[in-house]
């Protein structure tokens, strides 16, 4: 099927590209738009060329999963080289996204007109990558270095107004967009083109250059891990030191160095499976999803409120419900108070705060829950508490509508026992703070309709949430995994290490913080609870909490917080409690490299992950990584911790773990049978294919 439809409208030929869902410039497109302009060029009776598309993009990019294969002609520059050197003018007509390759198609053009929906952006450096295809070298000479450079280096499309005051595109259209591109490749014909970009360097003054090199210079202090940012640099400063065609090709060169890097690949796997969640195997991709436009939100607590601030801010009515007046007085307040920063911030207008808190009514009892499409109940973790709320919501709330527990642990049947309706009835478990952070663990319980599940996961996107579906389970995904880390962390104090060290190996890593900082921000007690509520023990943290260092907010727990630092400082009172723990249990305490304590952190949570795909709790590997990217810092360009494993080997990963049970003793260290598998058949998590949950 052609990519590319060629028609005339007078004098002006119009090549359509057609290549759903988002033009992106595979093989076969690049191919046709390479035909159909020297087809239009070399026709006598066309004295202008429009490049147009269909759909909702212009051009999303470059095919992604084109990369990492060899390379297939027409390359894209050479495609790009043919556009620019036409001898009759080139417009694109942009509608929709023009990203990456898709901007760089229209920067070779001799003129732009955007419509005025339009996005534009070089989003690369999200990839790993810069653009490949001339944007480093074009885009300044359109509108100087200093400012192509921030749009690159942040990757953030830019609206059709902006684009013109940047110098961007020539025109914004006010209607129909390819109509206003025939009128100017008119006046282009009429008057002359101006130079292309290859021709220009008006912009590239010697002030542009010094104002470059300062952002440069900021860049690359802040480029941490990725090497992204220091091509980028290099790439564009290229533009004031070297040829057009030279610049072109340091361009390609540092392009494709980065397209090898694992960063990038991590990168670009977590694009798909960040789309992959979509698709939920065992529900038909026919089924819709019923409508919400109300919602009630049971308990006002921190996490009640924080989700009552997804629906306002997705403009949804939410009722946020308590029992009693003054607990959602309380709530109601937090709610304020949290907008409040957001307007002092700058991130919010005083108006939309006004818009969004009239969208949360405050009410008392859950009678007021009555006509909610959906109700997610945010009460106190315990299973006699939500069984009673969803016995009462049963006889309350209207038929057909959503019962979602926000539980992190309990089993979600047994919540739906408590009604008549279990096929309404799954979890969403948010994070905290709900209103900031984007994973959704959407629970399937058995006997859940299947619409029910398609709904909440489309809520879940309306929200602005990355909603996985996962299977049911004590922890479900994420916190069963966490609480691998955590057993992991309380090992290796016994054994040796100590908090900072520990928290160095992962913020080496590239965590924004270690377990301990976690543990302290989130407040040591709630584990503890939750341990002494099974009957478990983990001796250091125990005693930490038995001496009432709950974390940061009692000014110490792992580390010290001084005068409320938010960053912990070692604490030798912890440091000798533990190595008294250590000694009470006759364990000679022995230093571990960062290393081995990165090891014996995410190795045990991989095993996790092998047995949460064994039991049918997460659909793929995939699914995983995106639960730990959204969910719990996990840093992109290492991909999720499946994606890590895969890269590290699962042969490699199968004989540490080995070794950490026969040292420790621990048998839930022993590889899971799936992990032995997948190793002894030289695999990786990337070989499964997807199964319900
Ligand atoms: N390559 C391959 N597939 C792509 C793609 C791309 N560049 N962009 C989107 N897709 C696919 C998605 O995987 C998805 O496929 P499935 O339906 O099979 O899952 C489908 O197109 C629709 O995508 P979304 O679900 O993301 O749709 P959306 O409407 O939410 O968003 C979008 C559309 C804004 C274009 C978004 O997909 C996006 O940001 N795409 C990536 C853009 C990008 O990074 N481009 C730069 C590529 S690198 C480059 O161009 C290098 C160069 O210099 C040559």
């Excluded at 046709?32 to 026709?43: G, I």
């Excluded at 990203?99 to 005025?116: K, P, Q």
């Excluded at 684009?163 to 129909?176: Q, S, T, Y």
């Excluded at 038909?284 to 109300?294: G, L, Q, T, Y």
Aim: charged share 20%; aromatic share 4%.
């Amino acid at each position: 099927m052609e990519t590319v439809r060629l028609a005339r409208q007078g004098e002006i030929a119009i090549a359509t590209i057609d290549n759903p869902p988002v033009n992106a410039l595979g093989q076969a497109l690049r191919a046709d738009l390479a035909r159909v302009l020297s087809e239009a060029s070399t026709d006598p009776a066309v004295t202008a060329i429009v490049i147009a598309a269909a759909g909702k993009a212009f051009i999303a990019g470059a095919d992604i999963s084109e990369f990492g294969k060899p390379p297939l002609a027409p390359l894209l520059p050479d495609v790009l080289d043919a556009i620019e050197g036409s001898e009759k003018p080139v417009v694109a007509a942009i509608q929709g996204v023009a990203l990456g390759g898709g901007l760089e198609v229209a920067l070779a053009c001799h003129a732009r007109v955007a419509a005025a929906s339009a996005m534009l952006g070089l989003p690369e450096i999200k990839l790993g990558l810069i653009p490949g295809a001339g944007g480093t070298q074009r885009l300044p000479r359109l509108i100087g270095a200093a400012k192509a450079f921030p749009m690159m280096l942040s990757g953030e499309p830019v609206s059709a107004g902006k684009a013109l005051e940047l110098g961007l595109v020539d025109e914004v259209a006010g209607g129909d967009v390819v109509a206003a591109a025939v009128t100017l490749a008119q006046a282009l014909v009429a008057k002359g083109a101006p130079e292309p970009a290859r021709e220009r360097d008006d912009r590239l003054t010697a002030k542009d250059r010094e104002a470059f090199e300062v952002l440069a210079a900021e860049a690359s202090l802040k480029s941490g891990d990725m090497p992204n940012a220091m091509a980028l640099i290099e790439a564009v400063r290229a533009a004031f030191t070297l040829s057009f065609a030279e610049g072109l090709a340091a361009e390609r060169a540092l392009f494709t160095a980065l397209l090898a890097d694992p960063r990038s690949k991590a990168l670009r796997y977590v694009f798909f499976a960040e789309r992959e969640i979509a698709r939920v195997p065992g529900i038909d991709s026919a089924v819709k999803p019923r409508e919400i436009a109300r919602a009630a939100v049971i308990g006002a607590g921190t996490m009640g409120g924080g989700i009552a601030m997804c629906f306002a801010n997705a403009g949804i009515a939410v009722t946020l419900i308590e029992q009693e007046q003054a607990q959602i007085d309380n709530g109601m307040n937090r709610v304020a108070a949290i907008y409040e920063m957001s307007v002092t911030r700058g991130s919010l207008t005083p108006a939309k705060r006004d818009e969004r808190v009239a969208l949360i009514t405050p009410a008392v009892g859950l009678g007021a829950a009555a006509e909610a499409d959906i109700v997610i109940e945010a009460a106190f973790e315990e299973m006699g508490v939500k069984q009673q709320i969803f016995g009462a919501l049963d006889a309350i709330v209207k038929p057909g509508a959503i019962l979602a527990s926000n539980t992190s642990y309990l089993d979600v049947p047994t919540i739906a026992a408590a009604t008549t309706r279990p096929q309404d009835v799954l979890g969403m478990h948010f994070f905290s703070p709900a209103n900031v952070m984007k994973l959704l663990e959407i629970v399937r319980p058995a006997g859940v309709a299947d619409d029910a599940v398609v709904t909440a996961m489309a809520l879940g996107r309306r929200l602005g949430k990355v909603p996985v579906v996962v299977g049911n389970g004590f922890g479900f995904v994420g916190n069963r995994m966490l609480e691998a880390r955590t057993r992991a962390t309380e090992r290796l104090l016994v054994a040796g290490a100590l908090p900072h060290e520990v928290d160095a190996a992962l913020t080496g890593f590239g965590f924004k913080m270690g377990p301990c900082a976690m543990a302290d921000l989130a407040g040591n007690d709630i584990g503890w609870r939750s341990r002494k509520a099974r009957g478990k023990t983990a001796a250091v943290a125990d005693a930490i909490c038995e001496a009432g260092w709950f974390g940061q907010k009692t000014g110490r727990g792992y580390f010290l917080y001084p005068d409320g630092a938010r960053t912990g400082q070692r604490d030798p009172e912890v440091e000798a409690l533990i190595a008294r723990v250590s000694q009470e249990k006759g364990v000679t305490r022995r230093s571990f490299t960062a290393d081995e304590i990165l090891s014996r952190l995410l190795d045990p949570m991989v095993n996790e992950g092998a047995r949460i795909l064994e039991e049918g709790i997460a659909a793929r590997p995939g699914d995983i990584d995106v639960i730990w990217l959204n969910g719990y810092n996990w840093p992109a360009w290492r991909g999720g911790p499946m994606h890590w494993a895969d890269t590290i080997g699962l042969g490699v990963i199968v004989a540490r773990l080995e070794a950490q049970a026969a040292e420790t003793g621990d048998t839930a260290l022993e590889p899971a049978p799936l992990l032995r598998r997948l190793a002894a058949e030289g695999k990786g998590f990337a070989d499964l294919k997807a199964r319900p949950v």
